[in-house]
């Protein structure tokens, strides 16, 4: 079992950032895939970003490419998104979720969720 823990979710004004973290309790990250998602009241749960066990490039959903930035910490325990720019349609609960295999956009595909953490941006 992989337990996940999001922070860093706030109020904040339309054009600022936040930094949102998510750490596996007890262990490293660095085998498991990372993606960041979000669902706003009402709304589907829907992709952001993520980066694979594999390496290589992070993937976005084109709405928050050059505005968020999905990364690991060098001893791989945390895996960031840096948001800027932010807008109110950004408001929405985020949630990291974490697969061993699994690498993509797909939420259902992964086996491990965090609690999800609440983004409120006001213009």
């Known amino acids: 079992q992989v337990q996940l823990v999001e922070s860093g979710g706030g109020l904040v004004q339309a054009g600022g950032s936040l930094r949102l973290s998510c750490a596996a309790s007890?262990?490293?990250?660095?085998?498991?895939?990372v993606g960041w998602f979000r669902q706003a009241p009402g709304k589907e749960r829907e992709f952001i970003a993520y980066?694979?066990?594999?390496?290589?490039?992070?993937y976005y959903e084109d709405s928050v490419k050059g505005r968020f930035t999905i990364s690991r910490d060098n001893a791989e325990t945390v895996v960031s998104l840096q948001m800027s720019s932010l807008k109110p349609e950004d408001t929405a609960v985020y949630y990291c979720?974490?697969?061993?295999?699994?690498?993509?956009?797909?939420?259902?595909?992964?086996?491990?969720w965090g609690q999800g953490t609440q983004v409120t941006v006001s213009s």
């Open positions: 979720a974490a697969d061993a295999l699994y690498y993509g956009a797909s939420w259902y595909e992964y086996d491990y």
């Open positions: 980066i694979s066990w594999r390496g290589g490039s992070p």
């Open positions: 007890g262990r490293t990250l660095s085998t498991y895939s």
